[in-house]
Nanobody, 123 residues
């Protein structure tokens, strides 16, 4: 089975922006609810944004107002625009189809995780 392929991470200063991309052309669950997750060192992986099949979007409180999730079905691609980045946003970022379209920590997902993309925010 195909996996999502995340890209677009990097190192930025606090207040900066990054746009993450998740290519899902070979991911069997791309038409399910899709979500962005992140995992900081020593912490559990947490869901931060969801995009339901009907277009409903939800965000974790920690990123609300700063991050924007979007999806281009024609390109089979999920995006995460991240603005006003903070040092606490430093983490490995992943996309996947969660089991249950909810913002939560430790969510199971359909299929396999991708490799992720590292975001590092310096103060």
């Amino acid at each position: 089975q195909g996996q999502p392929v995340e890209s677009g991470g990097g190192s930025v200063e606090a207040g900066g922006s990054l746009k993450l991309t998740c290519a899902t052309s070979t991911y069997p669950y791309k038409h399910f609810c899709m979500a962005w997750f992140r995992q900081a060192p020593g912490k559990e992986r947490e869901g931060i944004a969801t995009f339901a099949p009907d277009g409903t979007i939800a965000y974790a409180d920690a990123v609300k107002g700063r991050f924007t999730i979007s999806k281009d079905n024609a390109k089979a691609t999920l995006y995460l625009q991240m603005n006003s980045l903070k040092p606490e946003d430093t983490a490995m970022y992943y996309c996947a189809a969660p089991v249950g379209c909810r913002i939560r920590t430790g969510s199971a997902v359909f299929g396999a995780w991708g490799q992720g993309t590292q975001v590092t925010v310096s103060s």
